[in-house]
Structure formats: C-alpha cells, structure tokens
C-alpha cells in the first residue's frame, strides 16, 4: 500500500536507465530498502516511495498525475508526449533537471548497400521504428514522405526480414547496428535522461521535499564535475597560478613548516585539471600538485 502524502517517484524497474536514478537516489540520501520483486520499494528516512516499473509506463504515470515525480529517458517523454498530443489527451509535466546519464540518440539507419545520399533517398520507403511520433514528425519537418512502420523489438532485423527499408532505432555506440549491417545516417533527436515533475497542485509539504532533493541532486552534479586542487607554490607567483587554474577566485593559502617562499595553496576547481595546466603550475615552480573528486558539496 502506498499513502498519497509519500512522495511518489517512478524509476525503470530494470534496464538502461535503472541503474543511474538508483545511484542518484543513493547519492542525494535516499535510503531504500529493495525487494527484487516488488512494484513498490518504502524509503526509510525521508516519506518517499518508489514505484518500479517499465520505462514506457513513466511519462503516462507523470502526466496522469499517478506519481509526483519520474526518471525517463527525453526520448520516451517526447514521444508519449507527441502521442497523447495526436490523441487530444493531456502531456502537462515540468522537466526539473536533465540529467547526467542515459545519454543515446535516434538515429536513421539503412542497410550497407543502399544508395543513400540524404533523407530524401527515403521517399516512398519503410522505417521501422519504436518511435513513429518523433520518426513522422521529423519526415515532416524534412518535407519526406515516407511510412514509420511501428515494431515494438527487434528494429534492427526488420530490414533483413524484408519488413522495413530502413530503421531508426536509440543508438550509444553503433556496435549494435554494425553487426547487423547497418549504417547510421541522420541523428534525429539528442536524449538524455531527465527528472520530471507532474501537473497540478503539489502540497506544500511535498514541494519541499522535492526542493530539497533538487538542491542535492545540483550538489552532487555540481560536485561529480568540481576538484579539489592542492599544491605548493611560490608566494610570489600566486597571481599566475590562480589564473591558471580554472574557477579559482579565492583560493585558501596556508603557511607551510620551515618554508618562507612557498605556500599551500587549496582551492575547488569548477573544471578538471588537465595534464597541460598541471604541467604550466610545475614550469612555475609549482610542487606536491594534488587533484581529488569531490563527493558532495553544498552552497
Ligand atoms: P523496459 O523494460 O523498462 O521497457 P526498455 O527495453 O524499453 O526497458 P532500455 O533498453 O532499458 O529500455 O532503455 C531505456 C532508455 O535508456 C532508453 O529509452 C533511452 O532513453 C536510454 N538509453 C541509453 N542508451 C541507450 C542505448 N544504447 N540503447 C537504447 N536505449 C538507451
Ligand atoms: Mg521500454
């Protein structure tokens, strides 16, 4: 049983997805505890509950007002959004964050012997996709006239199967595609996954809790692309080395033992230090230069 004053987040029950909105819950405190099984898993610290379901089911689950909050791929969304668009239904949602993982693209693929010199070589054709929404508007955008043919698995056969002239399918690596093949001509929509918020009135009670896991989630992104930077420099280069190092306004100087030309400089970098800027601190006699991941930062 769930009770409607717990925040209800939809997560992938497995799959691409799964694996990061987990490791995000974890990491902004969410403590919950999973029974494989189970549709619903109770967070024990704060009053949220999971619901894990199939990842098609999330954008219906959200822009029904079913759970509050849902992690899904922009794919997906955009797709049940256009779909629900044709039908005369409601899509209200609101995209809180896009977020670091899930990253793919859709992309238009044809067989190895195909004369392909651009989209329009599709006129007349057969995609086979899982997305006919986002495939047929992007026809229409490109003034193509082509037919989306819907296959819910197994897109990339269906051209051997002489079920389709072409597909367009979610590619990461194209390793996929090779072995069956094919060759990826057009990218047709970017994705990533994203956080997203349902219509409607929220309580106040259950508003804050979702600004207080917004804030952290921006910590912990915020921290996963920020360093800690430590090294030894001489006092009378301070000025150069701060410019060196990126988003380093004011960084802490610290004495250092028996030393009076050089000081420890600690400071949080906004960006990675590359090996080059490293090797620009050492040519200004710069020492001991240390970076390290930063867990979670706050304000
Ligand atoms: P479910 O059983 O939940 O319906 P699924 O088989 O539909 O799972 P997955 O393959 O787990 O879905 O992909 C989920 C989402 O992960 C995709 O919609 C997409 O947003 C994202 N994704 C990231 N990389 C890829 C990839 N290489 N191929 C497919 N999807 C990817
Ligand atoms: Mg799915």
Redesign the pocket.
Known sequence: MTDRNRLRIAV???????EGSMELLKAIGVKLSIRDRLLIAHATNLPIDLLR?????IPGLVMDGVVDLGF?????LEEKMLERQAQGKQFQYKTLERLE????RLSLAVPNEMDYQNVQSLQGKKVAT?YPFLLERFFREQNVDANAVMLN?SVEVAPRAGLADAIC?????GA?LEANGLVEKDVIFR???VLIQRGGDMPASKQQLIDKLLTRINGVMQARESKYIMLHAPKDKIEQVKQLLPGAENPTLLPLAGNETSVAVHVVSTETLFWETMEKLKALGCSSILVLPIEKMLG
Do not use: W
Request: proline fraction near 0%.
């Open positions: 992938q029950k497995s799959g691409r997805l799964c379901v199939r990842d098609d089911d899904i791929g922009e794919n997906e993982f899930g990253g793919c899982t698995g399918d979610l590619v990461s690596t996929t994705s990533k996954a």
